[in-house]
């Protein structure tokens, strides 16, 4: 014999199946949404964070937000920005782990790392 399903049954298994595939999607991404989490600013004659690990190939920008200008230069010459005046900003995208220094060249005291894993 079949029992029948009552209406309230029915729209819980409906919502169920709806939030299953929302549920599994959400849990497999690997990078955080949040905007600014792969962004330097550069700001008091400063990279911050100082520091920044990201996943193989991701895309990092620098903004400049001081009222000087800048630039962000590899150590070893992976990627130079060339000058970035303020409100101007850098992207570069990183596909190899490893640790990439970098500096101002204009402020040889300003000194970054992106570790790539």
Known sequence: MRKKLNKTKINSLILIGALIP??????CT?????????????????????TLTVPSGT????????????????????????TLAKGQSYTYTFTTPG??????SIHPSMKGTIIVQ
């Open 99 to 104: 640790t990439y220094d970098y500096t101002c």
């Open 30 to 50: 690997q990078q955080s949404n949040n905007p600014g989490a792969n962004t330097v600013s550069i700001q008091n004659y400063a990279f911050s964070p100082g």
């Open 59 to 82: 895309t990092v920008t620098w903004m400049n937000n001081d009222n000087v200008d800048h630039t962000v230069v590899s150590t070893t010459g992976t990627f130079t920005s060339g």
């Open 22 to 27: 929302l549920l599994l999607l959400t849990g």
